[in-house]
């Protein structure tokens, strides 16, 4: 029987790491956005590729009836992955490049928020979600792995985890979730 015990405890200590490196400053400020935009009954957009897009759904979920649930308002949060229809549909019929982009054409406010998932932040079809929501003035949050890619640059605000590993960086994504959760949660009832 092989013993892992070694390698869990290598990666734990390496999240442990990361997490003990982020810039609560700007992750607090990311949150007020989100909290501003549920106090305006702005709807918010999220989106993502792969782990990502699993992550933008897991928000959803999490603020929809989680969060919104424990505060007696609705989140208006919308995850441009969750229909599979019209993404495929979208990235056949005109470039996948396109797939988030498009759903908010026409749909989007000013006062909107569009927060993008990319643990490279060069995500090509985030990008441009991203870029379609600051030309319009709705305010834009981008959550990033490695040095943040051009979604660190473009977002508004950022949620940012600087290690170059997309499994512990998907991890911390989840985190700023589940932690939302909790405070967000509390601080917003009544």
Known sequence: MTDFTPDIQAYRQREIDVLNALDLAAISEAMNVIADAFHRDANIYIC???GSAATASHYANDFNKG??????????????????ATVMAIANDISYDEVFRFQLDGILLPGDLV?????????????????YAKRIGAKTIGMTGYNGGKLKQMAD????????????????HMFFDHMM????GERLKG
Not at 157 to 170: F, K, S
């Open 67 to 84: 969060i919104s649930e424990k505060v007696g308002k609705k989140f208006r949060m919308h995850c441009l992955c969750d229909n599979f």
């Open 181 to 184: 959760y909790k405070v967000l």
């Open 157 to 172: 605000y950022h949620m940012d985890v600087n290690v170059d590993d997309m499994q512990i960086t998907e991890d911390v």
């Open 48 to 50: 993502g590729n792969g």
């Open 115 to 131: 927060i993008g998932i990319s643990g490279s932040g060069n995500s090509k079809n985030v990008l441009n979600a991203i870029e």
